[in-house]
């Protein structure tokens, strides 16, 4: 793979100081109660490390496995890759993505996690992109709106790649 060219969409100071604002919100609409927080693998596990560390809350950290992409081209088939780890009946549970852009994986997640019982069931996104999402289910928690333009780092990859970038970059050749 040729070494792309990176633009900084979102920087490290920025992503700090959204996700300290999300963190504070979560733990005011739960205060004295018990949260599930949910991350949807991959990318979803740096955003997570970072927003745990923003609540104030007794917490449970779980993943959830999907995949659905290839490349930068989604399949369209949401497939489970791993299951949730505890029982999540009578509790509150906010699933953490990473990016919403079709919503398949939300409808795919919400579905199947909505038959388990949950007390609540929230959505908390780093990232959405508008123009691709038709709104079927509100974001409870969002970190920012972006273009819909394929974006990199933060847990973000490209082809498995570029997790690792400290910032949310887009690729621009
Ligand atoms: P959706 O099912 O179309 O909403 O896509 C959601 C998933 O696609 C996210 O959890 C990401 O893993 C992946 N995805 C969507 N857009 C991007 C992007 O711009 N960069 C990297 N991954 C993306
Ligand atoms: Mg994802």
């Given at each position: 793979m040729t070494q792309p060219n990176i633009q900084v969409m979102i920087d490290e100071a920025q992503l700090a100081k959204r996700i300290r604002e999300l963190g504070a919100r979560i733990t005011a609409d739960f205060k004295g109660e018990e949260v599930v927080l949910v991350g949807i693998l991959k990318g979803a596990f740096v955003f997570l490390a970072d927003l745990v560390r923003s609540i104030n809350l007794q917490t449970e950290i779980e993943f959830i496995g999907v995949a659905s992409y290839e490349g930068t081209k989604s399949t369209g088939h949401v497939r489970l890759t791993r299951d949730l780890g505890c029982e999540i009946r009578g509790r509150h549970v906010i699933l953490v993505e990473d990016i919403v852009d079709t919503g398949k994986t939300l409808d795919y997640l919400l579905d199947m996690l909505k038959l388990r019982d949950p007390k609540s069931l929230r959505i908390c996104s780093l990232l959405s992109k508008p123009e691709a999402?038709?709104?079927?289910?509100?974001?409870?928690?969002?970190g920012f709106e972006i273009p819909n333009d394929f974006v990199i780092g933060y847990g973000l990859d490209w082809d498995g790649k570029y997790?690792?970038?400290p910032y949310i970059g887009k690729v621009i050749g």
């Open positions: 999402y038709d709104m079927r289910h509100k974001i409870d928690y969002l997790r690792n970038l």
